[in-house]
């Protein structure tokens, strides 16, 4: 909890801010090694936490012309209220995009002095960067580079819808980005276990998904094919065993029924594993899904299966 200054420390040798440092200010606010001059009243307009720390010292006439000092150092840092006081002071710089560092910024600010009516629509705007169905592709293509300091600013400030966007894209990253963390943004035990979990998942839906081609695939056209024996239907191993007869082999059967099992496991490895979309995607499924379904499928599938690829 913040708390007034009783009286100055002759060690400590706090600078005041270059710009908000106000000479008709009356409230002193110390963070890091920064002291910010502010205007009292407008502070305890817009900050509930500010103005409950007020209430004792407001009751006599003198009260709203005497400075008092706050501490927060160690609750905020002096880059996040500078930011919040740049936007206030110039707020059509803001009008159209905010960038995503700012945004964080402001709302680590707002939440830790309590500017409720700001904080709610910075968390929505940081929210439509960051959409909650994982199936939808992110606003800001630079997203996943600022995916742990979301996290942690969503564990911060309470904002749990952010989690499992910013958790994902967190999975995807060298050893999670932890390295773009401070100090003060670290994750417990217990989200350090759930991200090993959440890669360890990813990885086990890509590896069933492009591992291999799905071994129960049969093409529908050649369902109705003749079996070894000249009866039936033939099964994919009598498919994966039989010979293909070279002379029966035309580029119009070719493009309506799919190569036998051999031949499509070589394209697929051709196709998915060589090119390096395998390895690429071994912790992103959902990207790499996208990726599959971009792939210039060859002629040992059919026009038909090709299709259906695409649209499943």
């Known amino acids: ?95 159209h995009t905010i960038e995503p560092l700012t945004l964080m910024s402001l709302i680590r600010a707002a939440t830790t002095l309590y500017f409720d009516s700001d904080r709610v629509w910075l968390v929505k705007e940081l929210e439509a960067l960051w959409r909650s169905n994982l199936e939808e592709p992110a606003a800001n293509p630079e997203s996943p580079l600022y995916a742990p300091k979301v996290a942690a600013l969503a564990r911060m400030c309470s904002i749990d819808v952010l989690l499992k966007p910013a958790f994902y894209e ?87 029924t799919c190569l036998l099992a051999t031949s499509r496991r070589e394209a697929w490895a051709r196709l998915v594993h060589d090119s390096g979309i395998f390895t690429r995607y071994r912790y992103d499924p959902l990207r790499g899904l996208a990726a599959l379904i971009n792939i210039e499928w060859t002629n040992a599938w059919c026009e038909d299966c090709k299709a259906k690829r695409k649209s499943d």
């Open 1 to 95: 909890m913040a708390k007034p200054a009783q009286a100055e420390n002759p060690v400590e040798q706090l600078r005041k801010h270059e710009r908000f440092w106000l000479p008709d200010g009356n409230i002193v606010i110390q963070l890091d090694d920064i002291r910010f001059r502010l205007h009292r009243s407008w502070l305890a307009q817009h900050s509930k936490r500010i103005a409950a720390l007020l209430l004792p010292s407001g009751g006599g006439d003198g009260g709203q012309f005497k400075q008092i000092t706050l501490d927060f150092r160690g609750m905020l840092k002096a880059t996040d209220l500078e930011t919040l006081l740049m936007f206030y002071e110039n707020p059509g710089d803001y009008r």
């Open 170 to 256: 967190m999975a995807r990253l060298p050893g999670f980005g932890l390295d773009k963390l401070e100090e003060s943004e670290k994750f417990g035990c217990a989200d350090m276990l759930r991200l090993i979990q959440i890669r360890e998942c990813l990885s086990d839906m890509w590896v069933q998904v492009a591992g291999r081609e799905d071994p129960a695939f049969v093409c529908p056209n050649l369902q109705g094919a003749p079996s070894n024996d000249g009866e039936g239907t033939s099964t994919p191993f009598e498919q994966d065993d039989k010979k293909p007869v070279l002379s029966s082999i035309t580029s119009a059967s070719v493009a309506s």
